[in-house]
């Protein structure tokens, strides 16, 4: 008997026992993960966007703060008491009991809250870009998860292509017009593609897990069922050259500005006004009291403080004018590439359909005879590139809808739900 009669049942059994597997170590059910949209509604509940309120709330209560005048100061002072002679008791004491209110002269608390203001703005715009790139985060990790899903049933569709190829170069081994080689090449490719499923699968499962993490889902999910890859973006809707970056460094300058008006009331003295009463013992008399003191400015002028202020105002002012060109350019850049993504995916798509029937038509001529099994590994293959290029082609949209949103300050694919 021929050495390739001998050698056909193990092969075969190769096969079918790679197609079982396969089969097995596909999942039986799934858990599908809430929709982006239904995601983006509870997008407040994140960390981050909890983090970014409370600091807002901090800064709104440090503006209630600012309003409020220094408390005054109490002061009880006796004299001329527990001494000798006639001031051995209380019989000849002085005794003054005095308030003291720091005036806040020269604009102090005026400046004061205008900087917290400034502050407070600042704090609100930070919370606005935070929630923004929390939910450009939340489309991405949605978006590679869902690539990952599909990528994963494209690694199964080609394990169960290579297969049937396999078995199909099998038959014609046994009909001796393939030689024995053909079968053995055919088990390999079967083997590599099982292995590309099942490392297809395992960054499906951790894109899974990612996503459940930063949706903070209670369950890990198992398939996603409504696509963000299909979603076609809208086209940009705000052409301002403010997006929410300059808006942050725009309150940060304000802010920055504002501080040196504190620094420069720093500068001036911090008049106090006091106002007593005075016991006399030894008259029994009462009388009341007045005063004013204020530092002298000798030493201390605050003019580091002031310098500093105006050093950090006019940093707050380069990254304002930095932020502002490097808006002009991400913006254009995003368009560029939206533009460029769209364009992509129709190729990609037509590139699908090309392959698809390229690839029928091989497997009808390789069944036929007609052409080798080279031929259709090489049309295989290119099915399977087209496919997985159509995936890349749609996650490059999604990524490129994401930069743009960022520059018009809104969440990717608002609107398109």
Known sequence: M????RRRPPIAAGCALTALIAAISSPAWADPAPSYAELLARLDQTPVAAEALALEDAAEARVRQARVRPNPTLA???ENVLGSGPF????NSETTLSVTQNLELWGRRSARIDVARAEAGAAMVRRDLAIVEAAGRLALTY???EAAQRRAELADESLSLTIEDA????LLVEEGREPLLRGIQGESEAAAARAAADEARAERDAAFARLSAIAMLPISVTAIQVSLLDQTPL???DQSDRPPAVRVAEAERAAAERRIDVERTQARPDISATIGVRRFEAEDATAFT???SLPLPLFDRNRGNIDAAQAEFRAADARLAGARQDARADRAAAEARLAASVSRVRAADAGVSSAEEAYRLSRIGFEAGRISQLELRVTRTALVAARAAAVDARLARVRAEIDLARQDGRAPFEGTQ
């Open 143 to 145: 978006a590679e998860a």
């Open 76 to 78: 009880l002072e006796a």
């Open 88 to 91: 051995s008791g209380f019989g």
């Open 2 to 5: 021929p050495a390739s009669h």
């Open 290 to 292: 007045f005063g004013v």
């Open 167 to 170: 078995r199909a170069a099998l």
């Open 235 to 237: 086209a940009s809707r």
